[in-house]
């Protein structure tokens, strides 16, 4: 059973930087992602990275200012975020997908999500 364990979120000031951190057990994933829900609005994808780290997707509002990336050998994702946002206030889950072919959805596996505010 997989498990996902998101540490690294809190309060920045407009223009700030956080870097969340996401460890992943219980199996190999073809992706990991990061996904965001503000309040009152649904969830969304923000990034997602391969397995082999190769290969990186983002939504075109966080493109430039976030990087996603992974440590293998640390079977973590991070996810830098720069250039905050007071509209990047969400709560953050990391999640994993075995399936190939979809980066931006289908994802079965989630953390418990970790809270990002961005103070203007």
């Known amino acids: 059973q997989a498990q996902l364990v998101e540490s690294g979120g809190g309060l920045a000031q407009a223009g700030g930087s956080l870097r969340l951190s996401c460890e992943v057990s219980?199996?190999?994933?073809?992706?990991t992602g990061w996904f965001r829900q503000a309040p009152g609005k649904e969830r969304e994808f923000v990034a997602a990275?391969?397995?082999?780290?190769?290969?990186?997707y983002y939504v075109d509002s966080v493109k430039g200012r976030f990087t996603i990336s992974k440590d293998n050998t640390k079977s973590t994702v991070y996810l830098q975020m720069n250039g905050l946002k007071p509209e990047d206030t969400a709560v953050y889950y990391c999640?994993?997908?075995?399936?190939?072919?979809?980066?931006?959805?289908?994802?079965?596996?989630w953390g418990q999500g970790t809270q990002v505010t961005v103070s203007s």
């Open positions: 999640a994993a997908s075995p399936n190939n072919g979809y980066p931006r959805s289908r994802y079965p596996y």
């Open positions: 219980g199996g190999t994933f073809t992706y």
């Open positions: 990275i391969n397995w082999s780290g190769v290969s990186t």
